[in-house]
């Protein structure tokens, strides 16, 4: 089956730094990726979809200048958490779909669990 | 966004038992649905999925039902086990994926 790795699978870091998060297609071309934000105990709330070579499509609400998302690949999707807030510790997941539009499942990556001191 | 909400945010069944886990859409153009499993600290996992010209699926132990005319949507879980305790969500795809609030199924052994 179709598989996304995203890594890294747990990162710390201090307030006011960046952090990247990779998410890579490994068998398949992803021509949507998306990103997926998880509180504990609460469901995936969409950030932003992104498509190989063009600009991300931000949810309503989410900062695109302090979540920048990188697609230059059809097989790896960057997500950049910029100047980190203990705030913006949570669980961040991305997923990828090999075909545009209707009708295909996405493959989830196993999360990064990112933590700001 | 659409909003894809579930009815029982937990629930517990006894190790054998058949389990039924439920799903209210609101968009009614929405024409894919799929089920999702979640175990702690990992990504979703698909299960299954459903176009809109079905009203059943089957799978290996599992059923979804899509019943548009009220838009919902059920999984059931026949002769559940202990491994399958985790946290389902349902999602409606359109050009996005939105995932309802989940619910957390546990296994009594």
């Known amino acids: 089956g179709a598989v996304v790795s995203q890594h890294p699978s747990r990162v710390i870091c201090k307030s006011g730094t960046s952090v990247k998060i990779e998410c890579r297609s490994l068998d398949f071309q992803a021509t949507t990726m998306f990103w997926y934000r998880q509180f504990p105990k609460q469901s995936l709330m969409l950030m932003a979809t992104?498509?190989?070579?063009?600009?991300?499509?931000?949810e309503q609400g989410v900062e695109k200048d302090k979540f920048l998302i990188n697609h230059a690949s059809l097989t790896l999707s960057t997500l950049t958490v910029t100047s980190a807030h203990p705030e913006d510790s949570s669980f961040y997941i991305c997923?990828?779909?090999?075909?545009?539009?209707?009708?295909?499942?996405?493959?989830f990556g196993n999360g990064t669990r990112l933590t700001v001191t | 966004g659409e909003s894809v909400g579930l009815h029982l945010p937990t629930l517990s069944v006894q190790e054998g038992d058949n389990s039924i886990i439920n799903c209210a859409y609101s968009n009614s153009a929405s024409d894919y649905f799929i089920w999702y499993k979640q175990e702690s600290g990992k990504g979703p996992q698909f299960i299954i999925d459903i176009r809109s010209n079905m009203d059943k699926r089957q799978g290996q132990r599992v059923t979804v039902l899509l019943n548009k005319t009220v838009k919902h949507l059920s999984l059931q879980i026949a002769a559940t086990q202990p491994g399958d305790s985790a946290v389902y969500f349902c999602?409606?795809?359109?050009?996005?994926?939105?995932f309802g609030t989940g619910t957390s199924l546990t296994v009594i052994p």
């Open positions: 999602a409606e795809n359109s050009d996005q994926f939105y």
């Open positions: 992104s498509n190989e070579g063009s600009k991300a499509t931000y």
């Open positions: 997923s990828a779909s090999g075909r545009r539009g209707y009708n295909s499942p996405l493959h």
